[in-house]
């Protein structure tokens, strides 16, 4: 398993779904991990189960839309362990919608957190980088960065800009030594998929399920560990040689559809 003993990890969203999965896969490699999370309880019994496994992470809350939400939870982390070398961009969330059935408030709201939540947490964490001599950037893009999903208006314009941010932080800071990738993954097994299907097909669970599953060619949704683990290798230095990459981690959705 690739190594992170050492290492600070940032994870945002790392209490719940991907992100938790995320920070106990590093803490597990070694990592020192701070949770970034607004739920309390959340945080708590992720930051908890990483530590009685023999790891060592803190959360802090933090809203990632939020300049001073951000740059206090930075500090928090600083005071903590005195750097931060790995961020994961996690923290995200979705909406249902196409160019015209969207509102503008659940406009702003995806672009306030998938978007400039990004800018906010690259924003405060990469002078520090820098200053320290390189670090890791990994951001949490989708499919619907590279193509069309329907009903993902807002989401997608959302994950297309974390995809070329990407690139744009891959180009800009490639000379002080830190490395920006992206993960695209198709649909993850989480609880906000349960709670949708709960929300919108209270009666019909089960059939919805099978059939948001059998989406993916390879008959499933991925689960969050499965996510992680590639988190945890483009993270570590196992990846020194991969930097302005975006990963498709979809189960044969890009290339086997028919």
């Known amino acids: 398993m690739s190594d992170l003993t050492g290492k600070t990890a940032v994870v945002t969203g790392g209490a719940s779904g991907i992100g938790r999965a995320i920070s106990e896969s590093f803490g597990g490699a070694g990592a020192q991990v701070v949770v970034f999370d607004l739920d309390q309880d959340a945080a708590i019994e992720t ?5 009685q496994a023999g790891g060592t992470a803190i959360w802090r809350s933090c ?3 939020s300049a001073e939400s951000v740059s206090s939870a930075v500090d928090g982390a600083v005071s903590e ?4 070398d790995i961020l994961v961009n996690n923290a995200g969330v979705a909406n249902i919608g196409t160019a015209t059935s969207t509102g503008e408030d659940d406009f702003d709201r995806v672009m306030n957190v998938n978007v400039k939540g990004v800018y906010q947490c690259l924003r405060a964490i990469l002078p520090m980088m820098v200053e320290g001599g390189g670090g890791v950037v990994l951001n949490m893009s989708s499919i619907a960065a590279i193509t069309g999903l329907k009903d993902r208006f807002a989401y997608s314009a959302s994950k297309g800009a974390v ?30 998929v349960d709670g949708y299907l709960e929300k919108n097909y209270p009666d019909t669970k089960d059939e919805m399920f099978e059939k948001l599953s059998k989406v993916q060619p390879i008959g499933r949704m991925a689960k969050p560990d499965e996510i992680a683990k590639l ?4 993270c570590s230095d196992d990846a020194s040689y991969i930097t302005g990459q975006a990963y498709n981690i979809d189960g044969g959705y890009m290339s086997l559809r028919v």
């Open 163 to 192: 995809h070329t941010m990407t690139l744009s932080i891959a180009a800009d800071y490639l000379d002080d030594g830190i490395r920006c990738n992206a993960i695209c993954p198709a649909r993850v097994h989480t609880p906000f």
């Open 63 to 65: 809203d990632v839309s």
């Open 81 to 84: 362990f005195g750097k931060i």
């Open 231 to 234: 988190a945890l290798y483009l």
């Open 47 to 51: 930051t908890e189960a990483i530590n």
